[in-house]
């Protein structure tokens, strides 16, 4: 019937064919028993189920925001002007045809812009004070050739671990790497004031790590990051209690060295206590009382020790 309108469940019609308005499958089309197609909000139409493709085009386009993705397609996947859209998650799965995905932004003379983008959207608050990055993953195999010869799993991975601290927030681009599935250690990390840390020892002298200023410290505690810098200055002008943050998390190498300058300012007599617990004396620098003269440095070394997650105090001169 030519010009006829149907509506089910609804007696408005604005189309051929008209479903009432709802948001589960229920008020959808089912394709037999276990398929279907409904609209699950406004200007939202949804699957509970795969969605495939074949030798056609598949074009998504003022797709907003979006909980997961999941593209199936006999050749290349390609994405052109796809400006101001944001992705949640994407499964690319195609056990059959090599995918590639190509990302063209052309004409970028001086000034680059984001080709890819990944981010994590969360902000972070005083209860949950790191919000890290989602990461990049890169998987291979290879084949172990002895007695229990078998196909091994190689994962890499690159993400940007936050971290939350009293002067300004920083942050370290860490490098992953997993064996068949096992945990993953971190070999490689690059903090944001360009320093490169490395857990092979062959290389640990390679290290070139800035200089940080702390400034006048008036507040009773604070906490510094040895890990970042190959030496920090500081002036007291309180006591103060002085916590050396965990590297653990950032991976530094282990052996790392740092030379903490304490100056007195012009009141003097100031005092050092150690926060937490992972400051450790030998038997030879048993403490670190600092001298009382205003205005004279103390110079404090410190060396990580990876296995025992301990600072190790190896250096303490006073007085200049």
């Known amino acids: 019937m030519p010009n006829e309108k149907m509506s089910i469940g609804t007696t408005s019609s604005v189309a051929s064919l008209n479903l009432a308005s709802a948001t589960t499958s229920a008020g959808g089309i089912a394709f037999g028993t276990d398929t279907n197609l ?3 909000a406004a200007n939202t139409l949804r699957t509970d189920d795969n969605f495939h493709v074949g030798g056609g ?8 925001n979006a909980d997961e993705y999941i593209i199936e397609g006999d050749g290349p996947l390609k994405f052109s002007h796809l400006n101001g859209i944001s992705f949640g998650s994407f499964l690319f799965n195609d056990p059959l045809v090599a995918l590639g995905l190509t990302s063209n932004l052309n004409g970028i003379a001086a000034t680059s812009t984001n080709g890819v983008f990944i981010q994590n959207e969360t902000a972070s608050t005083s209860g949950v004070p790191v919000q890290i990055s989602p990461r990049i993953r890169f998987r291979g ?4 050739t002895d007695a ?40 490689m990390s690059l903090t944001a ?9 062959a290389t640990a002298s390679l290290f070139i790590k800035q200089n940080n200023g702390y400034g006048t410290i008036s507040g009773s505690t604070q906490t510094v990051v040895p890990a970042n810098f190959n030496s920090m200055s500081m002036t007291f002008a309180n006591n103060v209690t002085l916590t050396l943050s965990d590297p653990s998390s950032s991976t530094v190498s282990d052996g790392h060295r740092s030379v903490i300058r304490i100056k007195q300012d012009a009141t003097g007599s100031r005092t050092l206590t150690w926060g937490g617990t992972n400051v450790a004396f030998g038997t030879d ?36």
């Open 38 to 40: 409904f609209r699950s």
């Open 57 to 64: 085009k598949l074009t998504i386009y003022e797709i907003g």
């Open 141 to 144: 195999s290879a084949w172990k």
């Open 148 to 187: 229990t010869a078998a196909s091994q799993w190689h994962d890499w991975t690159i993400e940007n671990i936050t971290t939350s601290q009293a002067i300004a927030t920083t942050s370290t681009l860490r490098f992953g790497n997993s064996l068949n599935g096992a945990s993953y250690t971190f070999p």
């Open 193 to 201: 004031t360009g320093n490169l840390s490395l857990l092979g020892s």
């Open 285 to 320: 620098i048993t403490s670190t009382v600092l001298t009382t003269t205003a205005s004279k440095t103390d110079i404090i070394t410190v060396l990580w020790d990876h296995p025992l997650s301990k600072w190790f105090i190896v250096g303490f001169v006073r007085g200049f």
